[in-house]
C-alpha cells in the first residue's frame, strides 16, 4: 500500500508541479509569529514571547526542515531561533537579552511557497494550554532536527541547556516533541503535524556550569515509514561530551509509542572517544544505520574517518562500529591573541593573530536510506573534507588542515552496501575550481537522490590559504550561497547542479558573543519524497551593516560589524548593551527553496 500510495501522489501532483525559490520560513517581522496553540484550534492565543517574535529582526541559524510523507505539500521546519531572547524589554528599551532562544516550529500548507514562523511549546513564557503538555527542565533549547512517521506525526528533537532558575548550571538534556493529526490518522492530511501532543526528556545531563558535566549534543533523530514489522518506531541519536574530555560516546534511544516513552539511552560505541555528528538512516528493510565522524585521538589509535553500527532487529541492538571511509578532516582554526585554539575569529576576546573574521566549520557527515527501497540496502551518505593535492602555506596562524596549513575543501558522496560492508569510492557531488563547499545533506525517500550544500565560488576573495569571504587584508565579503543537484541513478552521477539562493550573502558578521563574533551554526538540512526537494539554509542577507561604537575608527575595518546602539559610562568606561536590536544588526533568517 505504501509504495502505491507513493506512486499516486507523485503521478497526481507531478514533478515540479510545486516550485518555491528564496521564501524566508522566519517571518520575524511585521506580526509574522503566532502561537502552535492558535495554528492548531483557532482559539487566539499569545504572549510577551510570541509579540516579541513577530518584530525582533533576530538570528536564526542550524535549520530542519521535513515534507509530510503523507502530503508533499505540508512541511514543517524549525532552527535555533533566538527572536524571543529581547521579550520583556519594554518597546523603547532598556533593552537586555532576558528571553529564551529555543525552537522554532515554521509551518507550510503550499509545498514550501510560504511558511509560518511559530515556536515549538514550553519555551520561557509559554502559558498556552500546551505548555503543561511539555515536560522539559530548561531555559534554552537548540539544536533541532525533525522526522517524519507515515501516519501523519513529526518529531522534534533538541538538546537543552539553561537553568530556568537563573542559575549557571548547563543541564545538557535532550528531548523530543510530538506533534500530530488532530483528525488522527485518517484525518485531512493538510492537517499532519499540527497539533502539539507532549514534549519529554530522553535523557538528562548532569546540570554543571558552563557545559563541563555530562553534556548531550550534536541530535539527530528519525522514524520508521517502511510499513514493515519496525513501523512508526521513533529513533533518537546524540553524542555525549564529558566536561574538557570531548565527546566520549554515541547514545541511542527508541520509541515504540510515538514518542511517550523512551528506551535507556545505549552507548553505541564502547571502545571509542573524540566522537560526534550522528545521524540515523532506515533502509526498507526496517534495518537502523547510525553513522558519525571519528576524529583522530592523541597518540594515534584512531584515524580521522566515518563510521557507522547496524541494527537488525528496530533498533534494540547494534552490531560492532565499522569504518566507511578515511577522510582529511576540513576545519577552520586559528590562535587568539592571548595564544589559546579558536575555531571562530571576531573582534575584542574574540580577537585572532591572523586578523582575520570567519565562523567556525568542520567536516560534518550526514546520511539518508530510501525507505521506499526494500530491494536495497544502500545507506548514502555526504560530507565534506578536504580535497587531494598538494598544502599550501597560509603565511598566517589560520589553516584549514592544521594551523598555517591550506587547502580546498569538497561535498563528496559515498554509497554503503549495508547487506555486504561494501562502499564505493567517494566522490565529488560538484568539482568546482573555486570556492569551498560545506555542509552538505542528501536526502533519498523515492527512487531520487537530492543533495544541499553551502558554496562559496562566488567569493570575489577566495583563497585555499584564507577563511570563506576574507580578502588579504582581512576584510569580509558576501561570499555564500547554497546549492544543490540530483542523482537519478543512485549516486553513480549528478545532474542538475544548481544555485538556490538569489543573493549571495556574508556569513561574517558579528552578531554573538556581544556582537563580536561570527556564528552560521553546523548544518544545513534537505528533504524530499520522489523528485519534489526543498532544502532549507541560514542566509544574511538581510542584515544590517554598521559600526561598531567600541571600536573606533581605526581599530577593525573589516566589514564585519553590524547595527547597534551603545552608551559608554564616562565613569567607570564601561558599554551598554545593544540599545536596538530592532534595526537589523541581528536579522539572520532561515530561507529555502526547491531544489533539483
Not at 40 to 56: H, L, R
Not at 469 to 488: H, K, Q, Y
Request: hydrophobic share 30%; net charge negative.
Amino acid at each position: 500500500m505504501k509504495h502505491f500510495l507513493l506512486t499516486v501522489i507523485l503521478v497526481v501532483l507531478g514533478a515540479g508541479s510545486l516550485f518555491a525559490a528564496d521564501v524566508r520560513l522566519t517571518n520575524d517581522v511585521s506580526g509574522g509569529y503566532s502561537s502552535v496553540y492558535t495554528l492548531a484550534t483557532g482559539t487566539p492565543y499569545t504572549d510577551a514571547v510570541i509579540m516579541e517574535c513577530s518584530k525582533s529582526r533576530g538570528r536564526q541559524n542550524e535549520p530542519a526542515v521535513a515534507v509530510d510523507p503523507r502530503d508533499i505539500h505540508v512541511l514543517v521546519g524549525s532552527s535555533n531561533d533566538y527572536c524571543g531572547v529581547y521579550a520583556g524589554s519594554p518597546d523603547g528599551g532598556p533593552f537586555a537579552p532576558t528571553g529564551p532562544i529555543w525552537l522554532g516550529y515554521y509551518r507550510s500548507e503550499t509545498g514550501g511557497a510560504s511558511f509560518q514562523s511559530s515556536l515549538v511549546p514550553g519555551y520561557p513564557g509559554d502559558t498556552s494550554p500546551y505548555a503543561a503538555l511539555a515536560q522539559v527542565r530548561t531555559a534554552g533549547a537548540g539544536d533541532p532536527v525533525i522526522a517524519w512517521d507515515g501516519h501523519g506525526r513529526a518529531f522534534f528533537g533538541a538538546e537543552a541547556s539553561d537553568d530556568p532558575a537563573g542559575s549557571k548550571k548547563t543541564f545538557g538534556d535532550v528531548w523530543v516533541a510530538t506533534f500530530d493529526n488532530p483528525g488522527g490518522a485518517t484525518g485531512n492530511t493538510l492537517n499532519d503535524g499540527k497539533r502539539f501532543v507532549r514534549s519529554v526528556v530522553v535523557a538528562k545531563g548532569s546540570s554543571a556550569p558552563n557545559l563541563l558535566g555530562k553534556f548531550h549534543d550534536k541530535t539527530s533523530i528519525e522514524a520508521d515509514r517502511t510499513g514493515g514489522a519496525c513501523d512508526g518506531n521513533v529513533y533518537f541519536a546524540w553524542a555525549r561530551f564529558n566536561g574538557n574530555n570531548g565527546a566520549v560516546g554515541i547514545f541511542f534511544s527508541r520509541s515504540t509509542d510515538h514518542g511517550a516513552t523512551w528506551t535507556s539511552p545505549a552507548k553505541l560505541t564502547a571502545s571509542i572517544h573524540d566522537l560526534q555528528d550522528p545521524d540515523i538512516a532506515v533502509t526498507g528493510n526496517g534495518n537502523v544505520y547510525v553513522t558519525y565522524h571519528q576524529f583522530p585521538s592523541v597518540g594515534g589509535q584512531a584515524t580521522d574517518s566515518i563510521q557507522y553500527v547496524k541494527s537488525t532487529d528496530c533498533g534494540k541492538t547494534f552490531a560492532p562500529p565499522q569504518t566507511v571511509t578515511t577522510l582529511v578532516s576540513h576545519e577552520a582554526e586559528d590562535r587568539t591573541d592571548a595564544g589559546g585554539p579558536a575555531r571562530d575569529c571576531g573582534d575584542g576576546p574574540d580577537h585572532c593573530q591572523s586578523g582575520y573574521t570567519f565562523f567556525r566549520g568542520g567536516t560534518s557527515p550526514r546520511s539518508t536510506a530510501d525507505q521506499f527501497d526494500a530491494s536495497t540496502e544502500w545507506v548514502h551518505i555526504v560530507y565534506d573534507a578536504a580535497k587531494p593535492g598538494p598544502e599550501v602555506d597560509t603565511g598566517t596562524t589560520f589553516g584549514w588542515i592544521g594551523s598555517g596549513r591550506g587547502a580546498q575543501s569538497g561535498a563528496y558522496y559515498i554509497r554503503l552496501n549495508g547487506a555486504t560492508g561494501a562502499v564505493t569510492t567517494p566522490a565529488l557531488i560538484d568539482a568546482q575550481a573555486n570556492g569551498h563547499q560545506r555542509f552538505p545533506d542528501i536526502s533519498a525517500d523515492g527512487g531520487v537522490l537530492h543533495v544541499l550544500w553551502w558554496d562559496s565560488r562566488l567569493d570575489p576573495s577566495y583563497s585555499k590559504m584564507r577563511p570563506i569571504g576574507n580578502d588579504a587584508a582581512g576584510n569580509t565579503v558576501p561570499s555564500l550561497d547554497a546549492w544543490g543537484a540530483m542523482s537519478n541513478d543512485q549516486g553513480a552521477t549528478w545532474i542538475n547542479r544548481t544555485r538556490l539562493s538569489s543573493a549571495t550573502s556574508n556569513p561574517n558578521y558579528e552578531q554573538f558573543d556581544n556582537r563580536q563574533v561570527p556564528f552560521a551554526g553546523d548544518y544545513l538540512w534537505i528533504t524530499s519524497l520522489g523528485n519534489f526537494s526543498f532544502g532549507a539554509w541560514t542566509d544574511w542577507r538581510d542584515t544590517v551593516a554598521g559600526p561598531d561604537p567600541r571600536e573606533g575608527d581605526a581599530d577593525d575595518n573589516d566589514s564585519a560589524d553590524v547595527t547597534q546602539c551603545r552608551t559608554k559610562d564616562p565613569s567607570t568606561g564601561v558599554w551598554s548593551g545593544d540599545q536596538c536590536p530592532h534595526l537589523g544588526g541581528l536579522d539572520q533568517n532561515i530561507y529555502g527553496s526547491t531544489t533539483p
